[in-house]
């Protein structure tokens, strides 16, 4: 069996957070490959400030120099409010061969008796938990927790610095800076070009 790990999120923008999360949980279960999977519309989170595109785009150019990490774009394709149960049941069908590691970070455990049809996803995935200090990783479900680095960033934080015009250097891959530097995301140069296209 290919052994395949699952990182879903908006991605809006990925980050070194994501990256080491990823790495850990490739290394500590000897993975296959780890596929990072952006939403088209996520259940819980405002995906605004930059398009299915340029999330996927950002993505493909955090990744594309680590060979055992790939883009997974079914749900961008799917189209519609992304549920891991959907997307999860329709990847098995299509890949009867490949056990599937759902990646989610250490915050997410205590509250995954909240997901959309958990008792049938645990059945089609095994989640691993990357640990983060300050939350309890107690669960009802089958979780294995992975040791990872502590690092704390969040794509909503660097939404803030990016519109405050503070540097993203060391928080994201360069060529995911650059490419929010190139298409103006998140910043008053954004707003301002936006403001420019809008007839008065």
């Keep these: 069996m290919k052994k395949v790990g ?3 999120g908006t991605f809006n923008p990925p980050h070194l957070g994501h990256l080491i999360m990823a790495n850990e949980a490739f ?3 000897e993975l296959d490959e780890v596929r990072f999977m952006p939403n088209f519309i996520a259940p819980h989170k405002d995906v605004s400030d930059a398009s299915v595109g340029q999330r996927l785009e950002m993505t493909r150019l955090a990744i594309e120099d680590y060979p ?7 749900e961008i394709r799917s189209g519609g409010v992304s549920y891991s149960v959907d997307t999860m049941a329709e990847l098995t069908e ?3 061969d490949s056990e599937f590691y759902f990646i989610i970070g250490g915050d997410m455990v205590k509250g995954l008796d909240k997901w959309h ?3 049938r996803l645990i059945n089609l995935v095994q989640f691993i938990g990357i ?5 309890e990783a107690e669960t009802a479900y089958p979780v294995q927790m992975v040791e990872s680095p502590e690092i704390h960033l969040s794509s909503t934080m660097l939404r803030q610095r990016a519109s405050l015009g503070k540097t993203l250097t060391f928080l994201v891959p360069e060529k995911v800076e650059a490419y929010i530097r190139k298409e103006r995301l998140y910043g008053p140069e954004r707003d301002a070009a936006k403001s420019k ?3 008065s």
Excluded: C, M, S, W
């Design 6 to 8: 699952i990182l879903g």
């Design 27 to 29: 290394h500590a279960l």
């Design 68 to 74: 055992y990490f790939q883009v997974e774009d079914i």
């Design 94 to 96: 299509k890949e009867p």
């Design 117 to 119: 049809q958990i008792d």
């Design 131 to 135: 640990k983060r200090p300050g939350y």
């Design 197 to 199: 296209e809008t007839p």
